[in-house]
């Protein structure tokens, strides 16, 4: 498995491979340093066919607060052409597909707040439980920026339906865990303390289920979710995150 890591605590356990965000000082905000990480642990997992479920998690009060926006300005500064910041999007879509795609069961286990890039992280899990105390949010509009990270809003569509989703963006407001699982967002709410009671009992009968057969199941479950979309508009989110962060910086400069 993957050593040096900085930003993530990793530990396998059999056919078991838990991955924690571990940097709770900045609410484990996604940097590209994060997903540099993510990236060689996921493809660790695909070289690894052992590997039958990776549970997500985040260290701290916080699964994750969103994407480490101080970043976006630094990447502009450095190369106002957008380079870096270009290739920090298409690098958090990446993660995501990597998420949705592995052949493992993902499953993310939610606690504290569950924001913007943190947001897009568990909805790419296969699976997602939340403590009853967890607070949910796509603040996006409200920071002067589309939400295009990561393929975020076709998932989200695809997940919980156009018009509710079209509320939580448009809003930017704070959900409750009850109405995250209402909207699909969760399959399971838990106190916190039967957080990890939950993924177990998760995790109890795919260790059992033959690892072709859930390769095949989830092969068909995004096969099928994605001939419900005529076109994947999410591939231009690196254009669109990129034009609305040099508009933002150009008229803070003024």
Sequence with gaps: MVEDLKTLRVTHESAVLKVE??????????????LDELLSVLDA????????????????????????????ATLL????????????????????????TAHAVTIARLHGGV????????????????????RYRMPELGLGVPPAWGGVLPRLLNE?????????????ENF???????????????????L???VTRWIRPLVRRSPAALRSAKVMLNAYAGASRLADASLFDAELLLASVTAAEAARAR
Excluded: M, Y
Excluded at 21 to 34: D, H, K, M
Excluded at 54 to 69: I, M
Excluded at 121 to 126: E, I, N, P, S, T
């Design 21 to 34: 965000l571990s940097t709770p000082e900045t609410g484990n905000a996604i940097s590209g340093q994060v």
């Design 45 to 72: 997992v695909h070289d690894d066919p052992g590997i039958r479920v990776l549970v997500l998690s985040g260290a701290g009060d916080n699964f994750c607060l969103g994407g480490e926006r101080s970043e976006f």
């Design 77 to 100: 500064a450095a190369d106002p052409g957008g380079a870096g910041l270009h290739a920090l999007a298409n690098k958090a879509r990446r993660v995501c597909d990597a998420l949705a």
């Design 115 to 134: 924001v913007g890039a943190g947001l897009g992280l568990a909805v790419f899990c296969d699976l997602r439980v939340g403590a009853d105390t967890s």
């Design 160 to 172: 919980a339906g156009t018009a509710k989703v079209r509320e939580l963006i448009l809003t930017a």
């Design 176 to 194: 409750s865990a009850a109405k995250a699982a209402e909207l699909s967002v969760l399959h399971k709410v838990v106190p916190e303390s039967e």
């Design 196 to 198: 990890d009671d939950a």
